[in-house]
C-alpha cells in the first residue's frame, strides 16, 4: 500500500466514525450466511450464488444512491476496508497452496507462462470494441481487467481527463457491479465444455482481481469437489503472480501491444462500425 | 493507517469470520479460533512487511506467500497449520469482503446506470478473454510438461 497521510487522528476516532460500517457487515453477514448457496442452472452452465453476492448487493442497497443508510465519507471509508478482510482471505489460499505443494511446484512452468493469458484478452475484446466504435478509449478498457491499480496506471500513463482513463474506468466499475457474480458463473460455462483440465482453470481464475478469483475458485471447488483443494491452491499461487507482475504486465507489454493493434485495426474497422452504423438504425 | 487500527480492523475481520462460519457452516466459535488467530497473525505480519520493505509489493502478495510457506513443509507446525485454517470454510472470510466491497461501490450505483451494452459487453469480453487465454496456455503447458 502507498504511504498517505492517516485519515483519522487515531483508533479512537476511527471506531467512532466507522462502527456502524462494522456494524452493519456483521449484520450482512447473518443474513447473507443465513440464506447460503443457491445453485442455479443456467443454460450449460451453472449460477452458483454465495453469500458474497448478497453481501455485496445489502451493501450496495445501503448506500448513498438507495437507502442513504450510510454517506459519501463512509462509503470512502468502506473501500479502505476491503483490504483488511481480503487479507486473511489470501493467507488461507496460501495456507491452501503450502498444504498442496506439490501441485504447485509441478505446475511451476504452466503457472508463470499463464500470466500471459492474461494479455490476451487484448486479442479479443480490442477488435471488437473498435468494431462498436470506441476510440481510445477502448485502449484502457481493453488493456487489462482493470482492477485498481490498472486504473490508477491509466490515470497515470495518459491522465485522469483521458479517454484511455475513461475506458479503463467503465470497466472498472462493470466489474465492481456485476464481475464477481459473472466470473464465477462464467466459470462453469467454460468448465462445462470439457475443454480444460480443473488444474487449468483454477490457474486461470487468479487474474489480478481477488474478489472475482475467489468466486471462480469457489464455484469450481464446487463442480470438481474432489480437486478442490488442487484448485484453490493453484489459483492463489496464479493470483499473487498476478498480483506481484500485474502493473509491469499492463505497462510494458499490456498498454503497448493495444497502441499498437489500435494503429493496425483502427482505420480497417472504424470505416466498417461507422458503415453498419450509418446503415442499421441510428446510434448514440 | 496506523499497526494498532490495522491490528484492531484485523480483529472485527475475525469476528466477522467466525461469525460467517457458524452462521453459514455451524462451525463452533470456539474451533474456529485457532485458525482465524493464524490468518490474522499472517495478515498483520505481512503488513509490517509491507511497510518496511522499501521494494513495494501488494500486501495480498505477502499474505500468500507467509501462508505457502508457513503450511509448507519446511514448517515445523505445518500439520497444526493446516488443520486450524481447515476449519475456516472457504468461502466463510468472503462474506464480510463482500459488506465492504458493496458498500464502497454504492455510489458508484448511477454511473453503472449510465454505462451502455457496448460497455457491458466489452466488460465481458475482457473477463472472458483473461480467464480463457490464461487457461489456454495453462492447459498446453501441463500437457507439454506432463502433469495432466
Not at chain 1, 458463473?185 to 481477488?210: D, E, K, N, R
Amino acid at each position: 500500500m502507498k504511504q498517505q497521510e492517516f485519515m483519522y487522528s487515531g483508533l479512537g476516532e476511527r471506531l467512532k466514525k466507522e462502527w456502524k460500517i462494522y456494524l452493519a457487515a456483521l449484520i450482512f453477514i447473518i443474513i447473507a450466511d443465513s440464506i447460503g448457496q443457491i445453485k442455479i442452472p443456467l443454460g450449460p452452465g451453472t449460477l452458483i450464488l454465495f453469500p458474497i453476492f448478497y453481501s455485496i448487493f445489502l451493501g450496495i442497497l445501503s448506500g448513498p444512491q438507495i437507502l442513504k443508510i450510510f454517506k459519501k465519507p463512509e462509503v470512502k471509508a468502506a473501500s479502505k476496508l476491503v483490504i483488511v478482510c481480503i487479507c486473511p482471505f489470501i493467507a488461507k489460499l496460501g495456507i491452501n497452496a503450502g498444504a498442496s505443494i506439490e501441485t504447485v511446484i509441478s505446475a511451476g512452468p504452466a503457472l508463470l507462462l499463464q500470466e500471459f493469458g492474461n494479455l490476451g484478452t487484448i486479442f479479443l475484446s480490442l477488435p471488437i470494441a473498435l468494431l462498436l466504435g470506441l476510440k481510445r478509449e477502448a485502449v484502457g478498457a481493453c488493456h487489462s481487467i482493470n482492477r485498481e491499480t490498472n486504473l490508477a496506471l491509466m490515470q497515470d500513463v495518459f491522465g485522469p481527463d483521458s479517454p484511455e482513463a475513461r475506458g479503463s474506468l467503465s470497466i472498472y466499475i462493470i466489474g465492481g457491479m456485476v464481475g464477481t457474480i459473472f466470473f464465477g458463473f462464467m466459470a462453469t460455462v467454460i468448465a462445462s465444455t470439457g475443454l480444460f483440465h480443473p488444474y487449468s482453470l483454477g490457474m486461470a481464475s487468479g487474474v489480478g482481481a481477488g474478489i472475482m478469483m475467489a468466486t471462480a475458485t469457489a464455484t469450481l471447488s464446487e463442480m470438481f469437489p474432489a480437486m478442490a483443494d488442487q484448485i484453490g491452491a493453484l489459483a492463489s499461487a496464479s493470483e499473487t503472480i498476478s498480483g506481484i507482475d500485474g502493473i509491469y504486465m499492463a505497462l510494458f507489454v499490456g498498454i503497448p501491444l493495444c497502441n499498437w493493434l489500435y494503429g493496425k485495426l483502427e482505420p480497417k474497422l472504424g470505416p466498417i462500425h461507422d458503415k453498419l452504423a450509418g446503415k442499421g438504425k441510428g446510434e448514440k | 493507517m496506523r499497526y494498532i487500527e490495522w491490528a484492531v480492523m484485523f480483529l472485527v475481520a475475525g469476528v466477522g469470520i467466525a461469525l460467517a462460519n457458524f452462521v453459514g457452516f455451524q462451525v463452533n466459535f470456539m474451533d474456529s479460533v485457532p485458525g482465524i488467530l493464524i490468518l490474522l497473525a499472517i495478515s498483520f505480519v505481512s503488513v509490517v512487511i509491507s511497510k518496511l520493505v522499501p521494494f513495494k509489493l501488494p500486501v495480498i502478495a505477502y499474505c500468500s506467500l507467509i501462508g505457502l510457506l508457513v503450511a509448507s513443509p519446511l514448517c515445523p507446525a505445518r500439520e497444526f497449520v493446516i488443520e486450524a485454517a481447515g476449519k475456516i470454510n472457504f468461502t466463510a472470510p468472503l462474506t464480510m469482503v463482500g459488506a465492504y466491497a458493496g458498500i464502497s461501490i454504492s455510489d458508484q450505483l448511477k454511473e453503472f446506470a449510465k454505462q451502455g451494452w457496448k460497455m457491458l459487453l466489452i466488460a465481458a469480453l475482457v473477463m472472458i478473454g483473461t480467464f480463457t487465454c490464461s487457461a489456454i496456455i495453462a492447459q498446453i503447458v501441463l500437457s507439454l510438461t506432463h502433469v495432466i
